[in-house]
């Protein structure tokens, strides 16, 4: 009995210790996710969001309605700091989400500090939903606190955003 126990723990100690380096070392970990993301607007722009789940057991779906398009193609931006830990690791990330507008349009992702974007996507939205997955390859990692933002600014009508997630690639 005593052996048949040993044997039952050292396949269970084999087991486990099988799993944790696969748990430690896998992909796809989630740096930024989709709660808490705000609306910005520079430049005079005009528009409103609506947090159309409560984010409990789904994602927060995020409706922004631009009423007046401003100075800048891009200028009202749904935007979410990214901390400064997750950047300076220097290591590739994924953006995922998925998105929808009222009418065909595009809008940009993009990683941003007060200076400067390290990082921009264009995506074309249809009145369907889309799942996008970009990589993020920054030119150079941002010097001071930056933010994942959607650039919706610069046509009017709705914009819905859902599902967002940065992760490590």
């Known amino acids: 009995m005593l052996k048949r126990r040993h044997f039952l723990a050292v396949c269970l100690l084999a087991t486990c210790a099988a799993a944790v380096p696969a748990i430690l070392t896998q992909s796809g970990e989630l740096l930024v996710d989709d709660q808490g993301w705000a609306l910005a607007a520079v430049n005079a722009m005009d528009g409103t969001m609506e947090v159309l789940t409560d984010g409990g057991s789904h994602p927060p779906i ?5 009423l007046r398009p401003g100075n800048g193609v891009y200028d009202l ?10 950047l ?5 990330f994924v953006l995922r989400f998925k998105a929808r ?10 990683l ?3 200076q400067a974007e390290s990082w921009a996507h264009e995506v ?3 009145k369907d939903w889309q799942e996008f997955r970009l990589p993020v390859k920054t030119d150079s990692i941002p010097k001071s606190p ?3 933002a959607f650039q919706v600014g610069g046509t009017s009508g ?9 992760e490590r690639s």
């Open 62 to 66: 995020y409706e922004i309605n631009v």
């Open 77 to 86: 931006h749904l935007e979410k700091p990214v901390p400064a830990d997750v």
């Open 88 to 92: 300076a690791v220097n290591k590739p």
């Open 101 to 110: 507008a009222g009418r065909p349009r595009k809008i940009r992702t993009a």
């Open 112 to 114: 941003q500090d007060a």
């Open 124 to 126: 074309a939205l249809t």
């Open 146 to 148: 930056a933010v994942m």
């Open 158 to 166: 709705e914009v819905i955003i859902t599902d967002i997630k940065l």
